[in-house]
C-alpha cells in the first residue's frame, strides 16, 4: 500500500525557517516524481514544487522561489522542503503528492500544518 | 502560467439529480504528440487530502464510481456526476499538468 507521511509543521516566526518531510513507503520511490502542494486555512490549493525521480531536475511556484528548495534522499525513501524566510501568507498545510506514470498526482499525505505568525 | 477557472464557485444538487462542474484554461493543455488532454480532477473533503478521480480530462481512476465522468478538449472540460450520491459533498478541483501545475480554485459542492 502506497504510504505518504509529511512531518515537520510547527508554528514560526515571520521570517524564521522550517524543513518538512515526507516519509513514502510502498512503491520504488527512487522511480517517482514528487512534489509539494500546500492548502491555506479555507482556501484552495496550490502548486509549490517539483523534483525528479532523481533529483536532476526541480521547479518551483513564483510565491516561493528563492525561499523555499526541494530535495529527495533515494536511500531514505523521502522528500523534503525547506522554507526559508517564511511569511504569514506561507500559513498552509503542506501536501506531499506522488506524480504517477502519466504526470497526474495519484498519491497524497495527510499533510502537516505550517503557521507563520507573531 | 497556465490559469484554471472553475464554475460556479459553489453548486447545490438535489439527490440523485446531475452535477455538472465546468473547468476552463487560459491555453490549450492538449498535447498534440500523443492527443492527451493534461487535466485532472480531485474531490476534497474535509479533513482529508484531495483524491483524484480522473485524469487526462476523462480517464477514471480505478475505485472512482462510473457516476463520475470528465470530458472536454483543448481549454474547456467538464466534471459530470450522473446522479448525486450523499457522499459525494466535497470540493471539487481540476488541474493542468500540461505546463507545470495549476489548480482552478474549487468548486464546493452541496445536498439541495
Known amino acids: 500500500e502506497v504510504q505518504l507521511v509529511e512531518s515537520g509543521g510547527n508554528l514560526v516566526l515571520p521570517g524564521g525557517s522550517l524543513r518538512l518531510s515526507c516519509a513514502a513507503s510502498g512503491f520504488t520511490f527512487s522511480s517517482y516524481e514528487m512534489n509539494w502542494v500546500r492548502q491555506a486555512p479555507g482556501k484552495g490549493l496550490e502548486w509549490v514544487s517539483y523534483i525528479s525521480n532523481s533529483g536532476g531536475a526541480i521547479y518551483y511556484a513564483d510565491s516561493v522561489k528563492g525561499r523555499f528548495t526541494i530535495s529527495r534522499d533515494n536511500a531514505k525513501n523521502s522528500l523534503y522542503l525547506q522554507m526559508n524566510s517564511l511569511r504569514a501568507e506561507d500559513t498552509a498545510v503542506y501536501y506531499c503528492?506522488?506524480?504517477?506514470?502519466?504526470?497526474?498526482?495519484?498519491?497524497w499525505g495527510q499533510g502537516t500544518l505550517v503557521t507563520v505568525s507573531s | 502560467d497556465i490559469v484554471v477557472t472553475q464554475s460556479p464557485d459553489s453548486l447545490a444538487v438535489s439527490l440523485g439529480e446531475r452535477a455538472t462542474i465546468n473547468c476552463k484554461s487560459s491555453?490549450?493543455?492538449?498535447?498534440?504528440?500523443?492527443?492527451?488532454?493534461?487535466l485532472a480532477w480531485y474531490q476534497q473533503k474535509p479533513g482529508q487530502p484531495p483524491r483524484l478521480l480522473i485524469h487526462w480530462a476523462s480517464t477514471r481512476e480505478s475505485g472512482v464510481p462510473d457516476r463520475f465522468s470528465g470530458s472536454g478538449s483543448g481549454t474547456d472540460f467538464t466534471l459530470t456526476i450522473s446522479s448525486l450520491q450523499a457522499e459525494d459533498v466535497a470540493v471539487y478541483y481540476c488541474q493542468q499538468y500540461y505546463r507545470l501545475y495549476s489548480f482552478g480554485q474549487g468548486t464546493k459542492l452541496e445536498i439541495k
Open positions: 503528492a506522488r506524480e504517477g506514470d502519466d504526470d497526474q498526482f495519484d498519491y
Open positions: 491555453q490549450s493543455v492538449l498535447y498534440s504528440s500523443n492527443k492527451k488532454n493534461y
